[in-house]
């Protein structure tokens, strides 16, 4: 298994307004071999996996990525 970071899991990360939790998938995070940055093709998998399997907003986009 390998731990694969993005940026809309550290834009997730940051609003969590629970400390410890934060801090915890930060350092998970960190342990990541690699990073995906978003981009448009990105966002309209995005799209697509909210129309088509009615996964809304963060949990759409950390998905496609």
Do not use: H
Not at 9 to 17: F, R
Not at 18 to 29: D, M
Not at 37 to 59: H, S
């Amino acid at each position: 298994m390998e731990i694969v970071s993005s940026e809309a899991l550290v834009a997730e990360t940051n609003n969590n307004p629970y400390n410890e939790r934060r801090v915890f998938v930060e350092s998970v995070l960190q342990e990541a071999k690699s990073f995906q940055n978003l981009n448009e093709n990105l966002l309209t998998r995005a799209e697509d996996i909210e129309v088509n399997m009615r996964i809304k907003g963060i949990d759409s986009l950390n998905l496609a990525c």
